[in-house]
């Protein structure tokens, strides 16, 4: 399976990006899918998140700027990112698992990130003036 991100790049505080994560090959399976970010010199952290049957969660720190969503017909993930900070620079890569037990737990923490089963290879975003 492949997951590929794209719509990253520098856009100045309080603007809007959309990204994009293209999967492949992976199974007929439902998945939970979310994003994910990794700032210069900080842990990576999950940044929104959307169940196999629609339910979404979100950070604290992007709740009400930033909008998971799924097309599932061309099995592609999205993320709309409003209201931009300098804070939300970083990379961004996107994720899946066909057991939502792991990735919830990966979410909150209970377990590392490392055992999602697929993830993308990042695209990078920097807010600034």
């Known amino acids: 399976a492949q997951l590929v991100e794209s719509g990253g790049g520098t856009v100045q505080p309080g603007g809007s990006l959309r990204l994009s994560c293209v999967t492949s090959?992976?199974?007929?399976?439902?998945?939970?899918m979310g994003w994910f970010r990794q700032a210069p010199g900080k842990e990576r952290e999950a940044v929104a998140a959307?169940?196999?049957?629609?339910?979404?969660y979100y950070a604290d720190s992007v709740e009400g700027r930033f909008a998971i969503s799924t097309d599932n017909a061309k099995k592609i993930l999205y993320l709309d990112l409003n209201s931009l900070m300098p804070e939300d620079s970083g990379t961004y890569y996107c994720?899946?698992?066909?057991?939502?037990?792991?990735?919830?737990?990966?979410?909150?923490?209970?377990?590392?990130?490392?055992?999602?089963?697929?993830w993308g290879q990042g695209t990078q975003i920097t807010v600034s003036s």
């Open positions: 994720a899946a698992d066909a057991a939502c037990v792991r990735f919830r737990a990966v979410w909150t923490a209970q377990l590392d990130q490392k055992f999602l089963e697929h």
């Open positions: 090959g992976l199974s007929d399976s439902k998945y939970c």
């Open positions: 959307v169940e196999d049957y629609g339910d979404t």
